[in-house]
């Protein structure tokens, strides 16, 4: 299938470049005024806090260079086939922000631009912290800029712990101890689906098992870890029912002493809550100490008819002076470690120390990392039901190897 999607965007590529649509400066061959550059993103429209940031990026962009660009708001749902089918009708974006692990699918299927000369005459592919980065390669060659990132930690009430756990036994101690009447030591999201996975995920990484290994030494510690922590009144057994925003509001309201949660939250509390006294810290390690990374990549429509102004662009984006003003207003961290006002907000800074220790599924998990997490939230479920720790892993491994095709 993507063998054929591949012919069928170079064809309409070059069948576009036949006519004379490919361009690279602000006037077509004619002498008339460039088409607008196109971006397609799913962060949502410019009155949706989650867009309007994105909108407000561009318009900078629009008012320094005279360029007028076209964004089109795609839900994410339908985004990638959205994309998909316009590269294949030779009629994509010039630049489509796209979820990061989904980089190297798109490529295969020849829907982005293959940007390595472009990035190796930029010069700063340094900058950004490797997990990110590993997302935008595809077989030596890079077809992304990551854009922004997010990452998980340990928010902590500073009136209620005064040394947060740097280990899992610590943390499964400190949290039965803070547990008392109305209140749990921890909150996380433990929701039906993938999101309601990022927990035990994040402690099956700290048991040294990979997400696709339930069924193995870690990912049954892992399991009975939240077991043992649901058991002492740790973390209610409530947090199965619990998104991300519902462990935010337990950690907000008193109700949970900690919670692990994403870099989004910031800003959200600072704003909601200003009276409440709180601080993060990096997850807790046993082998490792990883988090989960969030994050989407800038990439070029491998039909746009302007694929120069298309970088500069993304360069204007990814300028570090930018990503000081945009970030705080789309409360996500930086993807490169030289953006300014991060190492001075400590809150942040730890966030980008955390993002040194990430985790992001590979190219070929990937495409069937939502049926992995939802698998591994199965396994949670049960467990906290009462099924045995071996025969919740046990089933959860059988839906793994079937999704990846290992069975």
Known sequence: MRTVLRATVAMAAAALAAA????????????????????????????????????????????????????????????????????????????????AFDTAAMAEAGVIEDLTDRVQEWGEQGHYFPTGWETTQVDGRTYGIPHLADAYAVYYNTEMVQEPPTT????????????????????????????????????????????????????????????????????????????????????????????????????????????????????????????????????????????????????????PEELQTYLPDRNKLPARDDVPGTAEDPVRAVFAEQLQQAWAPDAALAPHNTEVLTALQGALQQTISGTPVADAARTAQAAIDEALGTS
Request: a negative charge; glycine letters at 12%.
């Open 168 to 319: 899992w036994a610590e943390m499964e101690s400190t949290a039965a101890a803070l547990a008392a009447e109305g209140r749990a030591g921890l909150a996380v999201s433990g929701i039906e689906g993938a999101e309601g996975a990022t927990g035990l995920l994040i402690r099956m990484l700290a048991a040294g098992a990979q997400p696709t290994e339930i069924d193995s030494p870690g990912g049954h510690a892992a399991l009975a870890s939240f077991q043992r922590m649901v058991d002492s009144g740790a973390l209610s057994q409530g947090f199965l029912t619990w998104t991300e925003d519902d462990a935010k509001n337990q950690f907000a309201t008193g109700q949970a002493a900690m919670m692990i949660n994403s870099a989004t939250y910031v800003n959200i509390l600072r704003e909601e809550n200003p009276d409440l006294q709180w601080s993060v810290a990096v997850l807790p390690s046993e082998t490792t100490g990883q988090t989960m990374l969030s994050a989407e990549n800038l990439t070029i429509g491998a039909t746009s008819d302007d694929p120069d102004r298309a970088w500069d662009l993304i360069s204007f984006m990814q300028r």
């Open 20 to 99: 004379g649509c490919a361009g690279g400066g602000g006037e077509t061959g004619g002498g008339e005024a460039a088409e607008p550059l196109t971006v397609w993103q799913y962060y949502g429209d410019e009155s949706m806090p989650t867009g309007k940031p994105f909108y407000d990026l561009v318009a900078r962009y629009e008012q320094q260079t005279g360029t007028d660009v076209e964004i089109r708001f795609i839900p994410f749902d339908d985004f990638n086939r959205t994309l998909t089918q316009a590269a294949a009708a030779g009629d994509g974006p010039d630049v489509a922000l796209i979820n």
